[in-house]
Structure formats: C-alpha cells, structure tokens
C-alpha cells in the first residue's frame, strides 16, 4: 500500500512540474509574439512633404498702439469769456478757420487810451517839428545859440520816439483784439470740447483738441530673421481678428463703413531702424497705416494681423509640423518608415506654412499630425495630406 502510494505522490509531482514548465514556455512564448507585434505595430499618422510655396509672411500681435503726428490743442491766448462756438464735436476744420471767439473787455478800452496816446503824440510831434524847422531857420542866420538849435532838436526827436511808441502799443492791442478769435491749428477733426460758451479762460487754456487721423503710425521690435523679410515702403494688409476690438477712444464718426472683421487697412513700412544693411538682432519698424476711412483712431487695440502683400517664396511645411515652442524641430520619416526627430532653423509663416531655412530638404517627408508622445525610431504608416507617398 505503500508503495502505491509513493508511486502516485511522483506522478502527481511529475505532472505538477510538467504543467509549470508548460505554463512557463507558454508565457515565454507569448511574450516573444507580443515585442515581435509590437515591434512590427506601426503607428498610424499623417504627414505632408516639404515644398517650396509662395506665402505672405504674417505677423499676429497681441497689442498694437497707434498714434498720431496730427493732434493738437487750440489754445486760447488772452483771458475772456467764451461768446461764440462755430463747431460741434466731429466737425471737420481746416488750419487757420475760426472755432471760437472770446471777448475781454479790456481791450476795445485800451484800444481807445492807445489811440488818444497816437494823437497826443502827433500833436506833439507836429509842434516839435514846427519849432525845430523855425530854429533850423534861425541857426542858418545865426540869430539864436546853438545849444537852443539842439534842445529844439532833441524835442523832435523825441516826439518822433513818443509817436512810434504809442502806435507799437496800439498795435500790440489790436494783436490782442484779433486773439479774441481762436483758430484750429491744423487740419482735422474736433475730438473734444474743453470748453463750453460762457466760459471764463485764461491765456494758455486749452479750448479743443484737434486730431487729423487719416495717417496713424505703429512701431514693434523685429527680430533681423523677420525684418530681413521687409523693406521701406513695402505694402501689408492690417486686419483685426475681433472686431469688437474697434472701440472709439475720441468717439470720432466714421468716414466710411465699418467692415468689422472684414475690413482691411492699407499699410507701408515708413522707417526701419538700424538700416537692413546693418548687422542688428533686432530692428525697429515703422508702420504708417492708411486711416481715410476713419474707423481707427489713436490708442491700444487687441488681435492684430499683419499681413505682407507682396509673396516671398520660401521652402515650407505645415505650422503643425514643427515641434517644440521654439519650433525647433520636425519629425522626418524616413525611407524605412521610421521617424527621425531633426533640428531646423524657421523663419517667417503665414499662419498655416512656415519657412524652413535649414535642416531640412525638398520632398522630405514630415509628421503634421500630434507630435507628442513620439520620438525617433518609432515605426510609423504616414498618410499623406497632399496624396504623395
């Protein structure tokens, strides 16, 4: 019995070793299929050769300030009280044309004191005159002294001092007397009232501000790889990506239709500081921007693009393939299906290609779909965008 008993405690040993080494090879074995599928397991992407594209380089900005070589104050320049306006806020006014008039009632008074002080000074001017030419008479005949002859002399000289005195006041207070009228400065549009009739001012007071808003100007720092792209007088397109961004600061009317979104606004380059044949990291430049429609005016706005107009054909690919916040590389797929993460130098983009000036070739093919997670060596089966395998 007992050795039945043996006997069967080792076939059930055997049987028990059997089934691990079993289960063993089992798992090895699966494990081999599952790095071999998953080796030979080729993640699905899509990609789009490189190719050279005409773009127009855009630039999108957060801010933008404007500002404008055209405002200024009228400016009242005597003391009075306001009597006449002859504008409204937005009316349109010419350098020189009259806004307001003031009176101060001291001058037409003055006027008259300097006026009676002309004709004091005439009369005296007249007998000094007239006694100077008896004495000159009376000199040629050696009837009277000479120290008379000169008294009488200096007398007419100084009547004619004391005349001309007198009319240099009389005219320094009709001068005043026309300073009662306030003329615009310049050409433009009344942006604000200061002031309202009845009004007391001083000299030096600001009355109104006015503002010519037809040619506004922006300025931003460029680094030389995108300055390099531009040059004087080169024309852009300016659009505003939120229209509600198009708020009035001065609440000027407008010359022409608001187009929100759609409107575009004529833009040239008017200066770029250091010149382009200057070795500089970055530049400044100049924007002068075409405002006749009258819907822009001097102030902070949000959601800017600018726009070349003119094309620059350049070697691209997509935004989306460039990898990194830098954009300092792609992921290339090579001959054998495998990707490649590479290094390349970018320059400008119009919003949906990007110019790429080194590290990659013509044809090359690059992953435009979700970069992350993916690295080099990694199999791939690539769809292309453009129907090119």
């Known amino acids: 019995m007992k050795k ?54 855009t630039f999108v900005l957060d801010t933008i300030n404007f500002y404008s070589e055209d405002m200024a104050d009228a400016v009242a320049l005597i003391d009075g009280r306001l009597t006449e306006m002859y504008v409204n806020k937005n009316s349109k006014v010419s350098q020189g044309e009259i806004l307001f008039t003031l009176q101060n009632e001291d001058i037409p008074l003055k006027v008259q004191q300097a006026e009676s002080s002309i004709a004091r000074a005439e009369a005296q001017l007249a007998n000094a005159k007239s006694s100077f030419a008896r004495y000159k008479r009376l000199i040629e005949k050696d009837a009277t002294s000479q120290e008379k002859y000169e008294e009488a002399q200096m007398q007419y000289l100084a009547a004619e001092a004391a005349l001309k005195e007198a009319i240099i006041v009389r005219d320094q207070y009709l001068t005043q007397e026309g300073r009662q009228q ?86 040239t380059i008017r200066e770029i500081t250091p010149p382009l044949n200057e070795a500089a990291a970055m530049r400044k430049v100049v924007w002068e921007v075409d405002n006749r429609v009258g819907i822009l005016e001097p102030q902070t706005y949000s959601g800017v693009t600018l726009r070349v107009s003119t094309p620059h054909r350049a070697l691209t690919v997509p935004l989306s393939a460039v990898a990194g916040q830098d954009r300092s590389a792609v992921f290339v797929v090579k001959d054998d299906n495998t990707l490649e993460r590479r290094a390349v130098k970018v320059g400008t983009d119009d919003g949906m290609y990007i110019e790429i000036t080194a590290g990659l070739r013509e044809n090359e093919m690059v992953v435009t779909s979700a970069t992350t997670g993916l690295d080099s060596g990694m199999k791939v089966d690539v769809a292309s965008n453009d129907g090119m395998k």
């Open 4 to 57: 039945y008993y043996v006997v069967g405690l080792v076939l059930v040993l055997m049987c028990a070793v059997g089934l691990i080494a079993y289960g063993m090879y089992l798992n090895r074995t699966g494990e081999q299929r599952i790095t071999e599928r998953m080796e030979q397991r080729a993640i699905p992407l899509q990609g789009e050769r490189a190719k050279f594209r005409s773009i127009h380089p």
């Open 182 to 267: 306030i003329p615009a400065p310049i050409d433009g549009e009344v942006l604000i009232l200061y002031r309202q009739i009845g009004a007391y001012v001083q000299a030096g007071t600001p009355i109104a501000l006015i503002g010519n808003f037809q040619r506004l100007y922006f300025s931003m720092p460029l680094e030389d790889r995108f300055a390099q792209h531009v040059r004087l007088g080169e024309s852009f397109e300016l659009n505003f990506r939120n229209s509600d961004a198009m708020r009035k600061a001065y609440d000027t009317e407008f010359a022409a239709g608001n187009m929100g979104s759609a409107q575009n606004f004529p833009v």
